[in-house]
């Protein structure tokens, strides 16, 4: 687990839900973490990931270049709210990319009681410490 100070430079994880500064062997954060998150996200609510092939280097090669696409049927039922948290989840940039505060003051999230535990007003380490301990118990 990478801290959300931490950095690292090892490739590591499940093809298809790897962002693709890990896949570009480029110096990776917590904010991978969250690419990872908007990879379930989609998966969750369409069925499928967002950038996957029978072929791994095609897998690879969609992840690094390939525009993210709502294009399933589902999609015609899901709130521009949520397809925004999405994308911005899978920005290709991890620069650029939401950050866990940002995400959790989404609008999409607006509605959810993601205060439950405690979360919010936290540091990003205090927000990781809290959710391992929920996780473990």
């Given at each position: 687990?990478?801290?959300?100070?931490?950095?690292?430079?090892e490739?590591?994880?499940?093809?298809?839900?790897?962002?693709?500064?890990?896949?570009?062997?480029?110096?990776?954060?917590?904010?991978?973490?969250?690419?990872?998150?908007?990879?379930?996200?989609?998966?969750?609510?369409?069925?499928?990931?967002?950038?996957?092939?029978?072929s791994?280097?095609?897998?690879?090669?969609?992840?690094?270049?390939?525009?993210?696409?709502?294009?399933?049927?589902?999609?015609?039922?899901?709130?521009?709210?949520?397809?925004?948290?999405?994308?911005?989840?899978?920005?290709?940039?991890?620069?650029?990319?939401?950050?866990?505060?940002?995400?959790?003051?989404?609008?999409?999230?607006?509605?959810?009681?993601?205060?439950?535990?405690?979360?919010?007003?936290?540091?990003e380490?205090?927000?990781?410490?809290?959710?391992?301990?929920?996780?473990?118990h």
């Amino acid at each position: 687990m990478i801290a959300p100070n931490e950095a690292a430079d090892e490739p590591f994880g499940t093809l298809g839900y790897v962002a693709p500064e890990v896949l570009r062997k480029e110096p990776y954060s917590f904010s991978c973490d969250l690419w990872s998150f908007g990879c379930i996200m989609y998966a969750l609510l369409s069925g499928s990931l967002p950038f996957d092939h029978e072929s791994q280097k095609q897998t690879i090669k969609m992840t690094l270049e390939n525009k993210l696409e709502f294009d399933l049927p589902c999609w015609e039922n899901i709130s521009a709210d949520c397809k925004d948290i999405i994308n911005r989840l899978l920005d290709k940039d991890p620069k650029t990319r939401i950050t866990l505060d940002k995400a959790l003051q989404h609008k999409w999230f607006s509605n959810l009681n993601i205060n439950r535990f405690g979360i919010m007003g936290r540091s990003e380490e205090g927000k990781r410490q809290l959710i391992e301990k929920h996780l473990k118990h």
